[in-house]
C-alpha cells in the first residue's frame, strides 16, 4: 500500500488529491496538512511513502520542508514529489539538491498524478522532458566547470555508462534495452552508483549526470512526451 501524505495550504486541492487518491486501491492518503513546519511533523509520525509538496506555503515554504524531511535518517523511505507551476521553475534545481524526487503540476491530469506516485514510489524518477530542459539550463547558467561528486573516481566505466544513461531519462527498462541486459541486472547496477555516489534516488543522479559532464544538455532522451 502506497502511504500518501498531502501538503498543500489550499484546502480544495487537498481535498481534490485526496478523493482521487483513496478511490485507488493500492494507495491512500495518511495525513494532510498546510504549512511547511505541520508536514515535517507528520512526516515524521506517519512515515509515508510519499509526500506531495507544495512549494509556497507558510510557516516554513516546501523547499525547506523538502530538506528536513530528506534529511532525516528515519525517513529515508519516504520521497517527495514538489507541486509545481511554470512560475516556479527558478526553485527547480534546489529542489533536486534537497531529494525532491520529482515534480508535477497543479493541473497534471488525474491518472498522470496517480502514475507519477506509482512511479515515485517504486523508486524511479519523475523528471519531464520539459522540466529537465529546464533544469539543464539553469545548471548550464550556474555552472562554468564540471563538478565531480565524491565516490564518482569509485564508478566502473559500466556504472559510469549507466549514469550517463539514468541522466538522459531511461528507466530501468529503456536501461536494460540499451545496454542489452536484464531489467534485473539493470536495476542492480543503478543501486550499487547510488550507494557510491550517496544519492538519495534517481533524480539526484540525473542531476550528477549533468554536472559531471556524463550528458550535455540536447542529449537528453527524446522517447517521453511532454
Not at 484546502?11 to 487537498?14: D, E
Not at 555516489?197 to 533524480?203: E, F, G, N, P, T
Given at each position: 500500500m502506497i502511504e500518501v501524505l498531502l501538503a498543500d495550504d489550499q484546502?480544495?486541492?487537498?481535498a481534490g488529491f485526496r478523493a482521487l487518491i483513496d478511490a485507488e486501491p493500492d494507495m491512500h492518503v495518511v495525513g494532510e496538512c498546510g504549512t511547511g513546519a505541520a508536514v515535517v511533523r507528520l512526516a515524521q509520525r506517519h512515515r509515508p511513502t510519499v509526500v506531495l509538496m507544495d512549494i509556497r506555503m507558510p510557516d516554513g515554504d516546501g523547499l525547506t520542508a523538502t530538506e528536513a524531511i530528506t534529511a532525516n535518517p528515519a525517513l529515508a523511505q519516504t520521497k517527495v514529489i514538489i507541486l509545481t507551476t511554470f512560475e516556479l521553475d527558478e526553485y527547480i534545481l534546489r529542489?533536486?539538491?534537497?531529494?525532491?524526487a520529482g515534480f508535477l503540476v497543479k493541473d497534471t491530469e488525474p491518472e498522470e498524478l496517480?502514475?507519477?506516485?506509482r512511479v515515485v514510489a517504486e523508486g524511479e524518477a519523475l523528471l519531464s522532458p520539459s522540466v529537465t530542459r529546464k533544469m539543464l539550463q539553469q545548471l548550464a547558467q550556474h555552472s562554468s566547470e564540471f563538478h565531480f561528486p565524491p565516490g564518482f573516481d569509485q564508478l566502473t566505466s559500466?556504472?559510469?555508462?549507466?549514469?550517463?544513461?539514468?541522466?538522459?531519462g531511461c528507466n530501468n527498462t529503456e536501461l536494460a534495452q540499451r545496454l542489452f541486459i536484464a531489467p534485473l541486472t539493470a536495476k542492480t547496477h543503478v543501486s550499487r552508483v547510488m550507494t557510491k555516489?550517496?544519492?538519495?534516488?534517481?533524480?539526484q543522479l540525473v542531476v550528477m549526470a549533468y554536472e559531471s559532464g556524463l550528458v550535455r544538455p540536447g542529449q537528453a532522451t527524446a522517447s517521453h512526451a511532454d
Open positions: 484546502t480544495l486541492i487537498r529542489a533536486i539538491h534537497a531529494g525532491a496517480l502514475r507519477g506516485i559500466r556504472e559510469r555508462e549507466v549514469l550517463a544513461l539514468v541522466g538522459e555516489l550517496a544519492a538519495r534516488d534517481r533524480s
